[in-house]
């Protein structure tokens, strides 16, 4: 389910978001300005963030800034001002997209599947580089295990692999958990 965060003064926004995304699972939140936004934030995470500025608090391109800076999700910036080319350039480089007002809804609704593809692309890409971090993180766990066993028991690297595998087997545990053992065992 995708979570999307609004924040506008104008509730109009808020019903052409409900009605682009009626197909799918969605949990969307409208908020009318930034400080409401600030504390849904610590609360909870988005997918997609919507800021149609100005707010009433805010011109929201700070918080456009600061929830691209602060946050994984997606942020999309509707403004009637055309933005200078500095801020621009600095909007794209933080990923907050920026649509002029008014807005085409086809291109409106294609920009808000767009965001929430690029998002659940970026999610599965982060989920796949934390396992591979772990699997770092696990060879370095065995390679000291086994040096371990290499300097005590004084056998070769083959030898001390295929003794953490079988230990792995015989116990139903997993290597790790067997190389916590020996490094608990031999005080390391």
């Known amino acids: 389910m995708n979570r999307i965060l609004i924040a506008s003064g104008a509730t109009k926004i808020i019903q052409v978001v409900t009605d682009i995304l009626s197909y799918a699972e969605t949990d969307i939140i409208s908020v009318s300005n930034q400080k409401l936004v600030q504390r849904y934030i610590k609360e909870r995470d988005f997918d997609l963030g919507i800021i149609n500025a100005p707010l009433p608090d805010s011109n929201g391109i700070d918080l456009a800034l600061e929830l691209a800076q602060a946050s994984n999700m997606q942020i999309m910036l509707l403004t009637k001002d055309e933005l200078e080319e ?15 007002k008014p807005v085409n809804r086809y291109i409106f609704e294609w920009a808000i599947n767009i ?10 890409l982060q989920k796949q580089n934390d396992a591979l971090k772990q699997q770092i993180k696990d060879l370095k766990f065995i390679d000291r295990a086994k040096l371990v066993l290499i300097t005590y028991l004084k056998i070769t690297e083959p030898e001390a692999h295929r003794f953490i595998e079988k230990q792995a087997m015989d116990q139903r545990i997993t290597k790790r958990e067997v190389c916590m053992n020996i490094l608990k065992k031999y005080d390391y």
Do not use: A, D
């Open 115 to 124: 965001l929430l593809t690029s998002h659940n692309r970026m999610h599965y």
């Open 86 to 100: 500095e801020l621009s350039l600095q909007m794209k480089e933080n990923g907050v997209l920026v649509i002029l």
